[in-house]
């Protein structure tokens, strides 16, 4: 423009072409074909310029979904995947349920698509459990646990007729491992020493050299 | 003078300066310390990262395991703020459907922009880099070289303090003996590809990265970037003391509350606020440029974001600092009777060639770094070593089917653990419960992950202009982008996955993971510059060689808009290195009553 000159502010609200947001998935079918209905997240997300220094626990920005029953499912699974032994605490002590339950009730698209997969896979293995040993799978022995598990956990080829499970099963694990991993604790147990403030960087120590039979080349 | 609302700006001032990243930070430092008096408009709100960074928070601490999400795409800790791929009532739209012709674009709205997060990766361009079209025919020679960049390379490096090595290789240029800081320790995965390069005679040397390794001598620095000049050397000295060195832990895009890394905020600014010739109002968006009668520049014409209002800043000289994209927008949408095409425009340049970074990579995984004894591989909160590109003799000679470099960038350290599974499907073969963790502890740091950053040749099919229909929430019209990429990247692409499978195989390791497209998309590597070329011809370009445009000389871009070509080293330090040499510009003209 030039000086002197004015313009009206023209608000123009049309609505823009949004190629990479991919759209909610709360009501489709699941991804692994199980055709349960999920209730659906209104929840809003934490924005783009959220208070980053607090601390925060799972249910600080949207509500948790988990009923009693689910939650009793994913803390006996997350805890077999999980247990506790020689490197670390049980997922269940490390609230991996919550961090769980928190990502299949968050409002963005990847966490309804896992939401979508996660709540109708609890009710698969429940009915699992009950058809091949008629309890809840909380309820259930160690080895009839592991017996369940052993068939879908992908160490051996999975059936066909349980590859619904199957897939459910790798989804559960990664996601407990996420949230397993993003602990103290699960960070001991893979090894992690960091996140500490250090005078000095000294690099690998030297039986880590030798073992790579490297040398440290910046002195 | 400090941070402002619109309402308490003077009525005039020496220089308005729109933006605060890199470009903008290095002007209003270089300005303010010869005593003008500057107004910076910043889009974004303001930021103090001392207060607002989440630098130790574990991933069960925040939202998410601190995975992104459409609200923060790189994660919640990640130091942007209100920014992103997308930025909500801002958008930008592809001229094109096709998924590879989109052009990706990351804006930070905040006090200090992108450098709030970079990843500190600071190499200079090379005497070729300036000249690439006489060295290959290619593209278009710089109108400046080498050599009238260096001292500002130096000055830069000296000011914001960059950590690395002199190794002498080919257009990789030294930095003066005393000038960079030391480099830190290679960790295991740098050093077993170092050993294993060098049978492939490929240099695996320390990357230049503006992270404090040790204090800044502000005892001797400051006098020797202002000669004479007591009262700024003290200023700047004060500025340097509250920088912490790097206590070799956190993720520096998280930001760095100790100072230690390269912020606008931490490092360009509160000296300059010091001077009291800085004011800066955020929430002010640049609309455009308010051109006077006589054809120059009185000030700008912009949004103040609180109240919705236009708000208008009249200045002797206006520097455009936006980023190379919003300097674009703003000279296109800078209309006026004399320039009814935006200013620049005239011979219809602005906003043609932009070039991003070739981006590409190979993941894999190496057994001689399985089972390693648990140590602290943290560092400096960002790679350590890297390869510059080494075959320029091979290109001379017509080896290769492309004609510009590379250089790689590393990952596969022990990072922080959490937000992912460590153990894939693949390698985990189903294993659950206690062997599980035996696995996961066992692959931990074995996984390697090599990547592309190479230079694109510009082309006509790379470009934003106005969208004649699509408008951003105050009706400022928005960029519309087109992006092919041509065979000179795809080449290069396809050598550099090979070349990495041959790392990950020497080293005795397994392909894992290698991205199914070879190239990423335009602007995904967020190396984008180009759209105001520079020039030695007012016929032929929209600027000259000191960042000032033909039409309106005293109308300065001072981003990457200007950047005739993008080498392979990440452009920052060069946009802060032509910045400050615009701003001695700026001052010497001023002076002379030029402008
Ligand atoms: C994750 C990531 C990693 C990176 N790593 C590296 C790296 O290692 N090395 C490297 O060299 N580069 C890196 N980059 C790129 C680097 O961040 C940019 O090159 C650099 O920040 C550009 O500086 P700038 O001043 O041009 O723009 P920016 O830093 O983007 O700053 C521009 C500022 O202008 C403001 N603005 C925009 N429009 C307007 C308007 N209309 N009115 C007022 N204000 C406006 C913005 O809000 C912003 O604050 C990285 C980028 C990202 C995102
Ligand atoms: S690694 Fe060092 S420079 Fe980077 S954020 Fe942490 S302390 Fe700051």
Known sequence: MTEGETTALRLDRRQVLKWFAATAASTQLSEFGFAAAVPVVTAKGYGTDPELMKIYKPGDFWPLTFTAEQRKTVVALADVMFPEDHLGPAASTLRVPDYMDEWISAPYPIQQKDRAALLPGLQWIEGEAKKRFNADFA?????????????????????????????????FRSLAASAYYGTEAGWKALGYVGNISLPTFDGPPPEVLAKLGVEQTVK | MPIITSSQTQPEYDVAIVGSGAGGGQMAFTLTMAGLKCVMLEAGRSYVPETQTAMFHRPEHVPLLNTPTPDKHMGFTDATVDGGWEVPGEPYTQASNKDEEKFWWWRARMLGGRTNHWGRMSLRNGPLDFKPRSRDGLGFDWPIGYDDVEPYYTKVEMLIGVFGTNEGLENTPN?????????????????????????????????????????????????????????????????????????????????????????????????????????????????????????????????????????????????????????????????????????????????????????????????????????????????????????????????????????????????????????????????????????????????????????????DDCFAELDPEVKDKWGIPVLRWHWKWSDQERNMAAHAAKTFTAFIETMGGTVRAQKKAAIENGGRVIHEVGGALMGAEAKKSVCNGWNQTWDVKNLFLSDAAPFPSNADKNPTLTIMALAWRTGDYIIEQAKKGEL
């Open chain 2, 175 to 459: 930095s003066p003996a005393g000038v960079l800081l030391p480099a830190p320790k290679g960790r295991a995965s740098e050093l077993l590809l170092q050993k294993h390069a060098k049978k492939l005679n490929i240099p695996v040397i320390s990357i230049h990265r503006a992270v404090l390794t040790r204090p800044l001598d502000a005892d001797n620095i400051p006098a020797k970037l202002f000669p004479n000049n007591p009262k700024v050397q003290k200023i700047v000295g004060d500025s340097m003391r509250m920088r912490a060195p790097c206590f070799w832990a956190t993720d520096c895009h998280r930001g760095c509350a100790i100072r230690a890394n390269y912020q606008s905020t931490t490092v360009h600014l509160p000296p300059a606020l010091a001077t009291g010739n800085l004011d800066i109002v955020p929430n002010a968006h640049a609309r455009e440029v308010i051109l006077g009668k006589d054809g120059k520049a009185k000030g700008v014409l912009y949004i103040d974001k609180t109240t919705g209002d236009e708000e208008r800043v009249k200045a002797k000289v206006v520097v455009l600092a936006a980023s190379s994209g919003e300097t674009v927008r703003l000279l296109l949408n800078s209309k006026s009777a004399h320039f009814p095409q935006g200013i620049g425009n005239g011979n219809g340049l602005v906003g043609k060639y932009v070039m991003d970074s070739v981006g590409t990579s190979v993941g894999g995984q190496v057994p001689i770094l399985e089972n390693l004894p648990p140590h602290n591989e943290d560092g400096a909160g960002g790679p350590h070593f890297y390869i510059p590109w080494w075959q320029y003799q091979e290109q001379l000679k017509g080896k290769l089917d492309f004609a510009r470099g590379y250089h790689v960038e590393f990952n596969g350290t022990r990072g922080m653990p959490g937000g992912r599974n460590p153990l894939s499907d693949e390698l985990g073969k189903g294993a659950y419960g206690t062997k599980f963790k035996e696995e996961a502890r066992r692959y931990y740091g074995s996984n390697v992950g090599y990547t592309c950053r190479g230079e694109q040749i510009p082309n």
């Open chain 1, 139 to 171: 309820s259930l022995s160690e080895a009839q646990k592991h017996a369940l598990c052993d068939d879908i956990c992908g160490a051996a080829p999975v059936k066909a007729e349980l590859k619904k499970g199957g897939a459910f099963f790798s989804k």
